[in-house]
């Protein structure tokens, strides 16, 4: 279950990648500055609300994508010590902890 939200989160980070991954250095005080080298509310404030939603969105769902990860494997974790504690030979049981 955590894997599929996993799975899931990819598709909404896809969205705001896209604009992250086309976006070219913007020359601000004869310095180029990369979409990810400054925050999306300094974005805004420069007035390109499009690269600002983009870092927030990509902010949000990396976050929520890298929570569901842990879920995910914590909720294997439980699966293979339930297994491990069924395991009915100890070769069975060997793998399962190997698994750990």
């Known amino acids: 279950l955590g894997y599929s939200f996993n799975l ?27 979409i990810l080298d400054r925050s999306s509310a300094y974005w805004k404030a420069k007035g390109n609300a499009a690269w600002g939603d983009a870092i927030r969105g990509f902010r949000v769902s990396m976050v929520a994508m890298g929570g569901f990860g842990i879920v995910a494997a914590t909720l294997e974790l439980f699966d293979v010590l339930d297994d491990s504690a069924r395991a009915k030979t100890s070769e069975e049981k060997g793998w399962l902890d190997l698994k750990i």
Do not use: E, Q
């Open 8 to 34: 899931l989160m990819a598709v909404f980070v896809d969205a705001p990648w896209s604009i992250i991954r086309d976006a070219t250095p913007a020359l601000i005080d004869g310095k180029n500055v990369a």
